[in-house]
Nanobody, 126 residues
Framework: QLRVVESGGGLVQPGGSLRLSCVAS????????MGWFRQAPGKDREGVAC????????NYADSVKDRFTISTDGAKNTAYLQMNNLTPEDTALYYC???????????????????RGQGTQVTVSS
């Protein structure tokens, strides 16, 4: 069964950092685009970041550019989202998704992905 499981969320103060993990099972990241998405109550879902397996090109939302970094570790079959300088506006349910493709770019639109995880909650508050 193909699945991804997120972890690493929690409560953090403004200006703090968190690293989210997305462990893949049933498939290897090679040949998959991995994306991170978030949704806060009352707000539209946002494609935060994605990374292509072929060439490693990344794509970030303007709201997180220069603060968030997406990466993958093939040996651990895990995708990460390093989040720095967090603000209350980053509070949301974060989830990762996978898309089987060899394209050299990645979309930040969830409907293009094959499956997603259940998510991990990130709360930024003092």
């Amino acid at each position: 069964q193909l699945r991804v499981v997120e972890s690493g969320g929690g409560l953090v103060q403004p200006g703090g950092s968190l690293r989210l993990s997305c462990v893949a099972s049933g498939f290897t990241l090679d040949g998959y685009v991995m994306g991170w998405f978030r949704q806060a109550p009352g707000k539209d879902r946002e494609g935060v970041a994605c990374i292509a397996s072929t060439g490693g090109a990344t794509n970030y939302a303007d709201s997180v550019k220069d603060r968030f970094t997406i990466s993958t570790d093939g040996a651990k079959n895990t995708a990460y989202l390093q989040m720095n300088n967090l603000t209350p506006e980053d509070t949301a349910l974060y989830y990762c998704a996978a898309l089987q493709t060899n394209r050299r770019w990645c979309p930040r639109v969830l409907v293009e992905y094959d499956f997603r995880g259940q998510g991990t909650q990130v709360t930024v508050s003092s």
